[in-house]
Structures are given as C-alpha cells and as structure tokens.
C-alpha cells in the first residue's frame, strides 16, 4: 500500500482560501492508473466525498462543492492537492486524501491519510 | 446524484449478538458498495468492498451482502473491540456518496 499524508494550515480565515497537500509515499503518484482522493468529515458529523483526481490529470468534483474546488497534482512532489475557495464556518472539518485504483478485475482501496483538521474562524 | 440511505443510525446490542445494518441506494449500483469502520479519532477503514468480498485481514465475522440498491452488513457475533461507526459508500458513479453512518454500542 502507498501511505498518504495530509499537511497544511490548521486555521484559515472566512472569505479564504483552504490550501491541503497530500504526500504520497511508498509508490509514484504518477506511475500507474491511481485515483486520488479527498474526503471531508465535519466534528460528529457523516462523510462527503469533495472529489478525484486521475493520474492523467483529469478530474471529477462534488456538484456542492464544484464552483469551489481545484484538485492538481505536483509529479515533482509526489503530491496532489486541494484548494477550496471562499470558505466559511461550514468547511470546518477533517479532510482526508485517499486513492484507490483498477487491478486484476477489481477495486482496490488502499488506506486512508490519518486526517488533518481545518478550522475556519477569524 | 446517487442517494445512499442508511439504517439505523445508532445501534446498541450485547457482546456476542448478531448485529445487522442496511444501506439503500436511490439507484441501481451493482455491487460497487463499500463498508467501512471507524473509531474515534480516526480515518475509516474498510472492511468489504464490492459489496460482499472480505478485505484481506479483516475478522470473518463481518459479512456483507447485497446488489442493485439494497445492501446489508452483519457482524455475526459482537466483540467489545467493534464499538466503532460504520459507513456504507457506493462507488459506482461520482459523486460518490456515503450512508449516513451507524454508531454501534455495547449495552
């Protein structure tokens, strides 16, 4: 399994911009035919899927959120990354990466990031 | 969008009880169903993906079943170690979409 981990600022203001990384390790973001993932889940509440990202470049975003998200990917970096714009209280949440790929006849799901948390105050 | 129902959102049963949850979807999805556990303070992990295939290292005692739109998740005999929240997820067409959660105590 590769292991992913998410970093960025723990806080950002309302009207903002969230910025998060995923580092990749234990494979090449770029090798191979992978989905990348982010996932949100406020404090005590369920899970929603924010949107992907394919090795190729191309991507697929939640309607809800799709106005205010860009998801990229750094090869260089063996990252890929989320920016949502505009932010308010709502966003508050923890954010994981994922990635999950087609192999052999199936799906295949490799663990999840540990999770960072992103408050949005002033 | 694909709507994923999930029932019952909390659940409380005795160590060794057989422990059922279901997942609806609001359209036909195969088997491109997940089940995932998770406990406090940490990231989901998953215990059966295509809807009834056991990941590899997961107890024999979670099951799960189901095709098109309706789905189920047992845990045949309830360990102490299970308290968790359990998530259904399709992955059939995106956005992806997760059941509302299950939180499962111990009485």
């Known amino acids: 399994h590769v292991q992913l981990q998410e970093s960025g600022p723990g806080l950002v203001k309302p009207s903002q911009t969230l910025s998060l990384t995923c580092t990749v390790s234990?494979?090449?973001?770029?090798?191979?035919?992978?989905?990348w993932n982010w996932i949100r889940q406020p404090a005590g509440k369920g899970l929603e899927w924010i949107g992907r990202?394919?090795?190729?470049?191309?991507?697929d975003y939640n309607p809800s959120l799709k106005s205010r998200v860009t998801i990229s990917i750094d090869t260089s970096k063996n990252q890929f990354s989320l920016k949502l714009t505009s932010v308010t209280a709502a966003d508050t949440a923890m954010y994981y990466c994922?990635?999950?790929?087609?192999?052999?006849?199936?799906?295949?799901?490799?663990?999840w990031g540990q999770g960072t948390l992103v408050t949005v105050s002033s | 969008d694909i709507q994923v129902t999930q029932s019952p959102s909390s659940l409380s049963a005795s160590v060794g009880d057989r422990v059922t949850i279901t997942c609806q979807a609001s359209?036909?999805?195969?088997?491109?169903l997940i089940w995932y556990q998770q406990k406090p303070g940490k990231a989901p992990k998953l215990l059966i993906y295509?809807?009834?295939d056991l990941e590899t290292g997961v107890p024999s005692r979670f099951s799960g079943s189901g095709s098109g739109t309706e789905f189920t998740f047992t845990i045949t005999s309830l360990q102490p170690e299970d308290v968790a929240t359990y998530y259904c997820?399709?992955?059939?067409?995106?956005?992806?979409?997760f059941g509302q959660g299950t939180k499962l105590e111990i009485k």
């Open positions: 994922s990635m999950y790929y087609y192999h052999s006849g199936r799906w295949w799901f490799d663990p």
């Open positions: 234990n494979g090449s973001i770029s090798s191979g035919s992978y989905y």
């Open positions: 990202i394919y090795t190729s470049g191309s991507t």
């Open positions: 359209h036909d999805i195969t088997n491109y």
């Open positions: 295509d809807a009834s």
């Open positions: 997820q399709q992955y059939d067409i995106v956005p992806w979409s």
